[in-house]
């Protein structure tokens, strides 16, 4: 699903990534952690090409994605979905709109957009909500919205860097509930995070970076 080969990360006054190898299978759920400035958000920019490699690889499903031009990284990411810490909703649209419009781009038949709308809202236990505005609903909420518009495509893949960030504890785990639930039907799942407690409960596999490099990498795994 996801390969990384010796790849580095360049700013002008910082490396980022040093020399990074990776490969995420199929299906897999994986914690990315470390502290601020460790590399975590990089590396998943690299993922959905948000940035590119200096050097060395970047491949999901099979593409190397830091070769395909700038005019096929909405293609890229049409195929995985991608949370937001700060959720990135509409604030004008409804809760059901935001979630369609993704797929209303693609010029998908109104019919197949409403059933995977309502599919995705029911996943994550929003359908009552579908004609709220995002400023109607909590974070917890707005964050759940924001996993049905990540998961309404079917993706294989889903990215989300720091999906907790902005919530209380119990919230967080709620959320990560849902995620887990997703992965269980086969999806691929990243999440980047500081949630010592999130990480300790689910106990999935953790990669822990440090300066840009991988210092820990454990199936089952803790934050420390």
């Known amino acids: 699903m996801i390969k990384l080969v010796e790849v580095t990360k360049k700013y002008p006054n910082t490396i980022a990534l040093k020399d990074v190898t990776l490969e995420i299978e199929k299906g897999e759920f994986v914690f990315l952690i470390g502290s601020s400035g460790a590399g975590k958000s990089t590396l998943m920019k690299l993922l959905y090409r948000e940035e590119?490699?200096?050097?060395?690889?970047?491949?999901?499903g099979g593409v190397d994605?830091?070769?395909?031009s700038n005019d096929n990284v909405p293609n890229l990411r049409r195929r995985m979905g991608i949370i937001f810490q700060d959720y990135k909703l509409l604030p004008?649209?409804?809760?059901?709109?935001?979630v369609a419009y993704v797929i209303?781009?693609?010029?998908?038949p109104s019919k197949d957009i409403d059933e995977r709308v309502k599919g995705a809202l029911k996943i994550v236990g929003l359908s009552h909500k579908m004609?709220?505005?995002?400023?109607?609903?909590?974070?917890?909420?707005?964050?759940?919205?924001?996993?049905?518009?990540a998961i309404v495509n079917g993706p294989p893949l889903l990215i989300a860097d720091e999906p907790t960030g902005?919530?209380?504890?119990?919230?967080s785990m709620e959320v990560m509930e849902i995620l887990n639930q997703i992965n269980q039907r086969g999806i691929t799942i990243i999440?980047?995070?500081h949630d010592h407690t999130i990480v300790n409960h689910f106990r999935k596999r953790v990669i822990a970076l440090d300066g840009g490099e991988i210092v820990r990498d454990v199936e089952g795994g803790t934050y420390d």
């Open 52 to 60: 590119s490699p200096t050097t060395g690889k970047v491949i999901v």
């Open 65 to 68: 994605v830091s070769k395909i």
């Open 92 to 98: 004008n649209q409804t809760v059901y709109d935001n």
């Open 104 to 108: 209303r781009t693609l010029g998908m």
């Open 131 to 149: 004609y709220s505005k995002p400023t109607e609903l909590s974070g917890g909420e707005q964050q759940r919205v924001g996993i049905a518009r």
């Open 166 to 171: 902005n919530l209380d504890p119990a919230t």
């Open 191 to 193: 999440v980047s995070t």
